[in-house]
């Protein structure tokens, strides 16, 4: 079973950039499908971005495509989204989690096995 410690989050102006990281422990790091995936108040918690085995292939919803980055470090058992561009909307709680599977498109929450406690990104106008 993998543990998944997310950071990087924080509070940042409109047009500015965060880069979260999320660390795995406790599993085959490359095992795993990566994802990142994000919560505002009153809404459902929803894709953003996932990346492969590897990092070869990537996924991103199109509301952030241009604007965010998802990557991985498998010997540091790291993945990262790199987010440029932020607009208010982007305010949510961000968290990370581990698939089994992988396919083109967007992840639904239910297909990640395994999450992080997330952490809070706020973009002010």
């Known amino acids: 079973q993998v543990q998944l410690v997310e950071s990087g989050g924080g509070l940042v102006q409109a047009g500015g950039s965060l880069r979260l990281s999320c660390a795995a422990s406790?599993?085959?790091?490359?095992?795993?499908?990566m994802g990142w995936l994000r919560q505002a108040p009153g809404k459902e918690r929803e894709f953003v971005a996932a990346?492969?085995?590897?990092?070869?292939?990537?996924s991103l919803t199109d509301s952030v495509k241009g604007r965010f980055t998802i990557s991985r470090d498998d010997a540091k058992n790291t993945v990262y989204l790199q987010m440029n561009s932020l607009k208010p909307e982007d305010t949510a709680f961000y968290y990370c989690?581990?698939?089994?599977?992988?396919?083109?498109?967007?992840?639904?929450?239910?297909?990640?096995?395994?999450w992080g406690q997330g952490t809070q990104v706020t973009v002010s106008s």
């Open positions: 989690a581990a698939a089994y599977t992988w396919h083109s498109g967007s992840h639904y929450p239910h297909e990640f096995a395994y």
């Open positions: 990346i492969s085995w590897g990092g070869a292939r990537t």
């Open positions: 406790g599993g085959t790091f490359n095992n795993y499908a």
